[in-house]
């Protein structure tokens, strides 16, 4: 996983590389340590993802500077399957760049799902507990959504219009 941080730590911006840089520091200092629930531990991934997919959504052009800055713009909102026909959907935007972008936004919002939704949400009816090694497979699935998404920029640079 050390390499995967590493690549990633190349392609976030310094705001994202600083929370996944905390995430590596926790684990190190961490060791072994046998915790009630582990999803402190995704946090910070978490945040770190949510700031790549809005640096990603402007950099491919799927949302403007405004957007990207406002308050109000949630990456959950936009990115869910369920709301793809609506009109700010990014999911449906992504799946309309080419015939891998519905691929790529599925994998985005599973990752967002279960990496920050299922884990840091609190639901009565099913407290989400995470051991150690589902905490690392969380993050790790977001830092793989990280570097296809950024493949996938690379393989489709916005056009200018």
């Known amino acids: 996983m050390n390499d995967l941080f590493n690549q990633v730590e190349k392609v976030v911006a310094p705001e994202e590389r600083n929370l996944v840089a905390d ?22 991934m978490a ?48 799946a309309e760049i080419d015939d891998s972008g519905e691929e790529l ?9 279960k990496g920050r939704n299922e884990t840091l949400h609190f639901f009565p009816h099913n407290l989400k507990k995470l051991n150690h090694d589902e905490a ?4 790790n699935q977001m830092l793989e959504a990280i570097m296809k998404a950024n493949q996938f920029l690379i393989d489709n640079p916005p056009r200018l219009t």
Do not use: C
């Not at 995430?23 to 910070?44: C, K, Q, W």
């Not at 790549?52 to 405004?66: A, C």
């Not at 936004?105 to 799902?113: G, N, Q």
């Open 105 to 113: 936004a599925e994998l985005l919002w599973d990752a967002w799902k």
């Open 136 to 139: 690392l497979q969380l993050i």
């Open 47 to 94: 945040k770190a993802y949510e700031g790549y997919l809005k640096d990603f959504f402007l950099r491919i052009g799927l949302i403007d500077k405004v957007t990207y800055t406002n308050d109000r713009f949630r990456v959950g909102k936009t990115l869910n399957p369920s709301l793809r026909y609506k009109r700010f959907s990014i999911y449906q935007k992504l």
């Open 23 to 44: 995430v590596v520091t926790i684990m190190e200092r961490l060791g072994e340590d046998h915790i009630n629930d582990y999803s402190f531990l995704v946090a910070p």
